[in-house]
């Protein structure tokens, strides 16, 4: 009988290097938390409404509309698993007043700046990489957009952030060099490298209008681009005073950087994802605790009655579900 095929996403690989006993949890034994990170949910709602937004041709409304629906259903999913109670409202409607927000600033600069062609949108690409052990190796990923230019095709990756300042790591964003080479496989072209999109994961004030009726432009404001130019239309303001304000500040909420990525280094990352395929067939599992593990590990009640080889079974069923991992 042929041996089961081992699919691998990036997630996969990271958490398989991070900690195995993770690892071993999420992907062997397929437990879940029974409910995800707020963050994920969120990441997730303003990923979708972005694809939709250029699927819908530059259509705000229909990016919102997709964002709140998804955004909604994690409420739902709270409520289903009894998790959610009156004053979670606050929240709930905060973080999505914000996703609304950082997409209307998203689009105040992408209706006019954006020139490209839309090639593919959220969909789930996987290829074969080899065999290990007898078994298959896959790997697999949806990346969110792939798109070409006058000139090249792109990936087209959307991060919301809290620091905008911290952008430098996409050089060795391993994520996007395992998409590129799937979108390759799938579209038989180059990939020429990855178009990031970052959106501030932040909700902006309104800008200061001064006793004399013009806006501040104190650029310690934390205010967006698309609220100066409210302000602009409803105080009746000359733009052009404003035209440089505004850049400054649409930069603080709104970035695009592109990486380029070499054949040589889509070719090294399946070579290292496949080593690392090679280490998750009968694998020693252990532990690799550090000091995030509590706030960044949704296994760390688990982990830590681990540690005193106590009964795990009551915290995987109040805590945890059997299922797949969908991402
Ligand atoms: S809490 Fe830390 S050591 Fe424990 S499973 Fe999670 S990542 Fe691993």
């Given at each position: 009988m042929?041996?089961?095929?081992l699919?691998?996403?990036?997630?996969?690989l990271?958490?398989f290097?991070?900690c195995?006993l993770?690892?071993?949890?999420?992907?062997q034994?397929?437990l879940?938390?029974?409910?995800?990170?707020?963050?994920?949910?969120?990441?997730?709602?303003i990923?979708h409404?972005?694809c939709?937004?250029y699927l819908?041709?530059h259509?705000?409304?229909?990016?919102?509309?997709?964002?709140?629906?998804?955004?909604?259903?994690?409420?739902?999913?709270l409520?289903?698993v009894?998790?959610?109670?009156?004053?979670?409202?606050?929240?709930?409607?905060k973080?999505?007043?914000?996703?609304l927000?950082?997409?209307?600033d998203?689009?105040?600069?992408a209706?006019?700046?954006?020139?490209?062609?839309?090639?593919?949108?959220e969909?789930?690409l996987k290829?074969?990489?080899?065999?290990?052990q007898?078994?298959?190796?896959?790997?697999?990923?949806?990346p969110?957009?792939v798109?070409k230019?006058n000139?090249?095709?792109?990936l087209k990756?959307?991060?919301?952030t809290?620091?905008?300042?911290?952008?430098?790591?996409?050089?060795?964003d391993?994520?996007?060099s395992?998409?590129?080479?799937?979108?390759?496989?799938?579209l038989?072209v180059?990939?020429?490298?990855?178009?990031?999109?970052?959106l501030?994961?932040?909700?902006p004030k309104?800008?200061?209008?001064?006793?004399?009726?013009k806006?501040s432009k104190?650029k310690?404001?934390?205010v967006?681009?698309v609220d100066?130019a409210?302000?602009?239309?409803?105080?009746?303001?000359?733009?052009?005073?404003?035209?440089?304000?505004?850049e400054?500040?649409?930069?603080?909420?709104?970035?695009?950087?592109?990486?380029h990525r070499?054949?040589?280094?889509?070719?090294?990352?399946?070579?290292?994802?496949?080593q690392i395929?090679?280490d998750?067939?009968?694998?020693?599992?252990?532990?690799?605790?550090?000091w995030?593990?509590?706030w960044?590990?949704?296994?760390?009640?688990?982990?830590?009655?681990?540690?005193?080889e106590?009964?795990?079974?009551?915290?995987?069923?109040?805590?945890?579900?059997?299922g797949e991992?969908?991402?």
């Amino acid at each position: 009988m042929p041996l089961s095929p081992l699919e691998i996403t990036y997630s996969q690989l990271l958490d398989f290097r991070r900690c195995r006993l993770r690892w071993y949890w999420m992907y062997q034994k397929n437990l879940l938390p029974i409910v995800e990170r707020e963050y994920y949910a969120f990441g997730r709602a303003i990923h979708h409404g972005l694809c939709q937004y250029y699927l819908h041709g530059h259509d705000i409304e229909v990016a919102q509309t997709a964002f709140s629906e998804e955004w909604n259903k994690y409420k739902e999913k709270l409520m289903e698993v009894n998790y959610y109670i009156d004053s979670d409202d606050e929240w709930l409607n905060k973080s999505s007043a914000m996703g609304l927000h950082m997409l209307e600033d998203y689009h105040f600069l992408a209706k006019n700046a954006d020139k490209f062609e839309v090639i593919m949108a959220e969909e789930r690409l996987k290829f074969s990489i080899g065999i290990v052990q007898g078994r298959e190796v896959f790997l697999a990923g949806t990346p969110d957009m792939v798109v070409k230019d006058n000139k090249f095709y792109w990936l087209k990756e959307f991060k919301s952030t809290t620091n905008m300042n911290d952008t430098d790591w996409v050089e060795l964003d391993e994520q996007a060099s395992i998409y590129q080479f799937l979108a390759q496989m799938k579209l038989l072209v180059p990939i020429h490298g990855t178009f990031y999109s970052w959106l501030n994961k932040s909700l902006p004030k309104e800008p200061k209008i001064l006793e004399n009726g013009k806006m501040s432009k104190d650029k310690s404001q934390p205010v967006s681009a698309v609220d100066i130019a409210k302000k602009i239309e409803e105080f009746g303001l000359d733009h052009h005073e404003y035209k440089d304000f505004m850049e400054v500040m649409r930069s603080k909420y709104v970035v695009r950087t592109r990486v380029h990525r070499s054949p040589t280094e889509i070719t090294n990352v399946v070579k290292r994802s496949l080593q690392i395929a090679q280490d998750m067939v009968n694998p020693e599992i252990y532990c690799s605790p550090t000091w995030n593990c509590h706030w960044e590990c949704e296994y760390y009640k688990m982990c830590v009655a681990y540690q005193d080889e106590a009964d795990l079974e009551p915290i995987e069923k109040a805590y945890f579900k059997v299922g797949e991992v969908t991402w």
